[in-house]
C-alpha cells in the first residue's frame, strides 16, 4: 500500500467531479472538476426530485482543473431550501454526477 487514495484524474477518465461543498460561512457552493480535454462543457444543479435547478455554467473550457461557486439560487433568483442535491458535468466525452448537501 502507498498511502495513497484511490481517485482517478481526469487523464484516466474524460471528466471528474472532485468535490461539491457548501461553505458553512457564506452559504455557497463550490464544485471543483477537471475535464482531459479542452472543448463544451455543461455544468448543472439539480434537486433531490430530478428537477433542474439552474445550468450554473455552459461554456468552451480549455483541458484541466476548475472551480465553480454557486450561491444556492435557482435559475429565478430565488433562494434554495437546504436539502440533498446533484452537480452535473456533461463534456463531449463523457458525464458525471456528484450529490452535495446544501445547508444555508
Known sequence: MTGKANHKTATEQPCVIYKAWTNLITGEVEI???T????RILL????CDGQ??????STFEVCGAH???WNGKDSSGTSMPNGVY??????QRASVSKQFILAQ
Open 32 to 34: 471543483v472538476y477537471e
Open 36 to 39: 482531459a480535454t479542452s472543448g
Open 44 to 47: 448543472e444543479i439539480f434537486h
Open 52 to 57: 433542474i435547478v439552474k445550468t450554473i455554467h
Open 67 to 69: 472551480k465553480v461557486i
Open 86 to 91: 446533484t452537480c452535473r458535468l456533461i463534456t
